[in-house]
């Protein structure tokens, strides 16, 4: 018992100066009140073993409530609780209670976040070494063939030299397409904001793709806006975004029409590139700007593309403070559309 108490009187010893301060105020009472030092003395003893009995209760309550937050959080640390419910302090804890919550689901979704993050980067080394390797095996099949004699049959060797060529295209585009997202995603990437006529800046976009579709056999229509439009953003960088989309646009369309045009509201522009292709399924809509993810893997590798420039496109979007949207019906077409302020 005495073990006990003395550690208890141990605990609440952080409340000694107070203590002090309340039996030094109590003496100073007494001695003016009480006339008869007889009585001053048996009254400040009695006073003195109930502010020790006082003291032996905090330092009780104390230690009970630290080791119920040892427990709690020590139970935190071993995974014993799988979510906040589980968490319970006494009712004077509540509000620490409360705070033990918040911590306890931050940190399991920062550890969630993190295994995302982990999953992802496996992934995307996986992706990048399939995607590199791809053209270096075509590349040196190619050249070996040539090597070996090939180089001197004229119905073979410019052909497989126009092959070579192609893939060390595809290749570069892979790397600069990798270079582009590492760079958007460090925060590195350097934004050039500033109005311009988004009518001139579409036409000449327009323009020079026009000889894609009608190689395709597909109508590329461009719906012209007032002159005077300006928008708000970064031309190169949206130059990107523009010929990532309507690329796509033909790629994915096998009759009928890709159009392009603009709704205007009070504050933006609302762009929109709409074609009458393949569609995308529903399950595959929120993927599809994720690297490397390919809807239809055999016709995306026929169509070609990096699998990155829907990544991009979505960073560049995100950059001027807007968000791509996507509607799409399997065999009616699809429909993306993003924001700029006028």
Do not use: C
């Not at 006494?90 to 409360?98: A, D, K, S, T, Y």
């Not at 995302?116 to 040196?140: C, D, G, W, Y």
């Not at 060797?157 to 270079?179: C, G, P, R, V, Y």
């Not at 996507?326 to 924001?339: D, I």
Request: aromatic share 10%; charged share 30%; hydrophobic share 40%.
């Amino acid at each position: 018992m005495w073990n006990e108490l003395k550690a208890n009187l141990i605990s609440s010893k952080i409340y000694s100066k107070e203590f002090l301060v309340f039996i030094a105020l109590i003496i100073i009472l007494i001695s003016f009140i009480v006339d008869k030092i007889i009585l001053v003395i048996p009254i400040i003893i009695l006073i003195t073993f109930l502010s020790l009995a006082f003291l032996n209760f905090i330092g009780r309550k104390r230690d009970e409530e630290l080791n119920e937050i040892k427990s709690i959080v020590s139970g935190i640390r071993n995974n014993e609780y799988k979510n906040p419910g589980e968490i319970i302090l006494n009712e004077n804890l509540v509000g620490l209670q409360n705070e033990i919550k918040l911590m306890f689901e931050k940190e399991k979704s920062d550890i969630e976040y993190l295994k995302k993050l982990e999953r992802m980067r496996t992934e995307f080394l996986a992706n990048v070494s399939h995607e590199l390797r791809t053209p270096i095996f075509a590349i040196q099949g190619y050249i070996e063939t040539l090597l070996n004699g090939a180089i001197y049959d004229n119905k073979v060797n410019k052909n497989f030299l126009e092959k070579a060529n192609q893939h060390t295209l595809n290749l570069s585009n892979l790397l600069n397409d990798l270079i582009d997202i590492s760079m958007i995603e460090s925060g590195e990437m350097r934004m050039s904001y500033r109005y311009f006529n988004i009518d001139e800046y579409l036409k000449a976009i327009i323009e020079e793709l026009r000889p894609i579709a009608d190689e395709k056999g597909i109508e590329l229509i461009y719906y012209p806006v007032r002159e005077n439009l300006k928008l708000f953003g970064d031309k190169n960088k949206l130059r990107q975004v523009f010929i990532n989309l309507i690329t796509n646009a033909i790629k994915y369309t096998e009759k009928g029409k890709v159009e392009v045009l603009i709704e205007e509201d009070p504050k933006y522009g609302r762009i929109i590139i709409r074609d009458t292709g393949i569609g995308i399924k529903e399950e595959d809509i929120q993927r599809i700007f994720e690297r490397f993810y390919r809807v239809d893997k055999a016709r995306s590798k026929a169509a070609g593309g990096t699998g990155l420039g829907l990544a991009i496109v979505k960073h560049i979007v995100e950059a001027h403070g807007s968000k791509i949207e996507v509607k799409s019906r399997l065999e009616a077409g699809s429909e993306f559309s993003f924001r700029l302020k006028k």
